[in-house]
């Protein structure tokens, strides 16, 4: 028999999985961005989860990666022996549901929507892009902490790795960074330069500041993007709780996504909410970069 103070354990334990998925376009986490709406779980290790994206239109490759991703996620907890993933509110989220369950690709179960490009092509993409927006964060708390263009070009994993930087902000974006830089195998070794690009080429110091303009119009769409999510979804869901969300900023509560003071936590059930008229707004496309 389970007992509640186990339950707690086990949900903690999938929305810390859970924080590990990103949405691909932003590289921010789908829990902080507030996506996440109820996770639960049963006797036989089964898991529940719910999710909305800020528009009933958001791209269809783009809810299936994250569905995935979720499930992929959820799967990898040693006691878990199935995921229930529930898309609420979107446009094809019968099929992606459906399409989840039975472990279906992108292309088998929305063939009217597959681009020509394969769900991990996609994937693929949107890591590049990731990894330049991190990386540009990095290289900016690096001139912040007054290191100079050389010294920067010429860092590598073991220099890195001993560098403190000045806020917890900075020192977020440091560790992020190392992970994609890991998971890419791109500094194999300690003395391995870790300012390289997503083919692995060194930057060298006189490319430096032309490569950061580039790095820059990643960062540029990235934030909009952002703003416009959480707007988006603050806007659709969440105005119909302005008093829960004022009594929650008063004792510094909050729901666990975007991390703002809209809401109490919802961790085994979800509000029902007032029917909001869906936004037709879609993300601006992301600057060409050849980098």
Request: aromatic share 6%; charged share 30%; net charge negative.
């Amino acid at each position: 028999m389970r007992n509640n103070q186990q339950d707690d354990q086990r949900v903690s334990e999938v929305w810390a999985r859970l924080a590990l998925v990103t949405d691909p376009e932003l590289d921010e986490p789908v829990t902080e961005l507030g996506f996440v709406e109820r996770i639960a779980i049963d006797d036989a290790g089964a898991v529940d989860i719910d999710f909305r994206l800020p528009s009933f239109w958001c791209a269809a490759n783009f809810a299936f990666l994250m569905a995935d991703d979720m499930r992929r996620a959820a799967l990898a907890l040693p006691w878990v022996r199935q995921v229930r993933l529930r898309l609420e509110d979107h446009m094809v989220a019968d099929e992606i549901n459906r399409g989840v369950a039975l472990g279906l690709s992108f292309q088998e179960a929305l063939r009217e929507f597959a681009p020509g490009e394969s769900l991990e092509e996609l994937r693929e993409t949107f890591r590049r892009k990731a990894f330049q927006r991190r990386q540009e964060a990095v290289i900016l708390a690096l001139k912040d902490a007054g290191y100079d263009d050389q010294a920067i070009t010429d860092m590598d994993l073991k220099w890195l790795d001993r560098v403190t930087l000045g806020s917890a902000d900075a020192a977020r974006h440091k560790r992020r960074y190392l992970e994609i830089l890991a998971e890419r195998g791109l500094a194999a070794h300690a003395e391995s330069r870790v300012f390289v690009t997503w083919a692995g080429q060194p930057i060298e110091r006189l490319e430096l500041a032309a490569h950061l303009r580039k790095l820059r119009g990643v960062r540029i769409n990235m934030e909009f993007n952002s703003a416009l999510c959480r707007g988006l979804l603050d806007a659709r869901y969440r105005q119909g709780d302005a008093g829960a969300g004022q009594a929650a900023a008063a004792d510094g509560g909050h729901c666990g996504g975007c991390g703002a003071s809209c809401g109490k936590p919802r961790v085994t059930a979800r509000s029902e909410q007032g029917g909001v008229a869906a936004s037709s707004v879609e993300r601006i496309e992301t600057l060409p970069l050849d980098a």
